[in-house]
Each structure stands twice: as C-alpha cells, then as structure tokens.
C-alpha cells in the first residue's frame, strides 16, 4: 500500500479566489492522479500529474482552472483557481506505483466555496 | 467511452443479511477493484481482481472477476454496523493508466 497525506483536509474559501491542495506520498510512485467528488456522486477523474511535464486532463477540466504540478515522484499540488461555489467538491489524490495496479487514495480535501 | 453500471444505488438491510453488489461495463476490463468510501473519508481499497473467474476473498467480503471480463460482484456476508458506508467498483482497460468509477451502492444497515 501507500500512505498518502492530503492537506488542507477542509477549507471555505472566498469566490473569486485560489486554493492550492498538497499531495505528499510516503514512497516514489510512477502515478498520480486528481479527482472531483462532487456531493453524493461518484469520482470524476480532473487529470493525470505527470512527473517533469505538464498534466494530462479530461475532458471538461482546463490546465487554467486547476493547474498541476508535480516536481517529483512522491508530490503532487493541484490549484482550483478563481473558484466559485460550483467548485465545492471532495477533491482527492490517488495514486499508482506502476500500471495495472492498485490505485490509493488521500483523506481527501472538502471544499467550501462561499 | 466506458461505462460503468453499478447496482442497486441503494440498500437498507438488517444486521447480519448478506449483501451483493454488482457492476458491469460496456466494454472489456483486466482489472477489476472494490472501494468502500466513509463520510470524510478517501476510498478505502478492498478487492483487486486481475484475472478472468478469479474470486478473491477478504475476511467477511468476496468478490468475482467475471469471466467476460465486462462484470464483476462483491457480496459482504453476515452484515455488521462498521459495513455501512458507499462502496465503488472500479476498472481499468488494458494499458490505460486511469480507473472507471462506477456510481456506488450506499449501504445502510438497520440494527
């Protein structure tokens, strides 16, 4: 397994502003990943963090809306920019050690938009 | 695109019921895993399944690979209060980095 620390847990956070959420990993993976999850819903993959290159994303997410980073093989961020109350989500850092293996999740990270 | 199809959404059952659920897609897995999610909480995995019939067994909780590998099902026996919770199946098509999440079964157990 993977232990997997998220931070902010929890936040409210203005309209209008930025918030960045930290993705730390106990171990080198060759995966990570950011999710939405969305009151009662399932999760919505937002994009693949790939190490050293810009993020891959889904359809229906943009690299201006949520830019990625990811310096290295055990840390990720991902910004949700000028939020408004649409974007209050669980957002959640999952990730894989090689292909075709078990996916790990973060605590998660509740956010509020007022 | 893929999709994942998982019944029922909901279930209300008495502690010590058994309970199945199952998920099926619209094109061919090779890698089949079942999450349980709490409240304020990130999924938890249960159950990963790699090969076609395979049936894997984690205490109280089994779960099957189905053998056209567009179906598999996680049953809990003897149902207790801690099961509560949203479980998720999800998979993956070969050579794809990223995982299909199918809706989730709520689970609601009466005492």
């Known amino acids: 397994s993977a232990v997997i620390s998220q931070k902010p847990s929890r936040d409210i956070c203005q309209r209008g502003t930025s918030l960045t959420i930290q993705c730390q990993v106990d171990?080198?993976?060759?995966?990570m990943f950011w999710y939405r999850q969305q009151p009662g819903q399932s999760l919505t993959l937002i994009a693949t963090a790939n190490q050293g290159s810009e993020a891959t994303y889904e359809s229906g997410f943009v690299i201006d809306k949520f830019p990625i980073s990811r310096p290295n093989l055990t840390f990720s961020t991902l910004t949700v920019s000028n939020m408004s109350p649409e974007d209050s989500s669980i957002y959640l850092c999952s990730v894989r050690r090689i292909l075709n293996t078990e996916a790990f999740f973060g605590q998660g990270t509740r956010l509020t938009v007022v | 695109g893929q999709q994942l199809n998982q019944s029922p959404q909901s279930m209300f059952i008495q502690e010590g019921e058994d309970v199945s659920m199952n998920c099926t897609s619209s094109?061919?897995?090779?890698?089949w895993l079942w999450y349980k999610q709490d409240p304020g909480e990130g999924p938890v995995l249960l159950i990963a399944l790699y090969k076609a019939g395979e049936l894997t067994s984690n205490g109280r909780l089994t779960a099957q690979f189905g053998t056209t590998r567009k179906d598999s099902f996680l049953n809990i026996s003897a149902s207790i209060p801690s099961d509560v919770g949203i479980y998720f199946c999800a998979g993956q098509d070969k050579g794809a980095q990223k995982l299909v999440f199918g809706q989730g079964t709520r689970l609601t157990i009466n005492p």
């Open positions: 171990s080198q993976v060759t995966m």
């Open positions: 094109s061919i897995f090779n890698t």
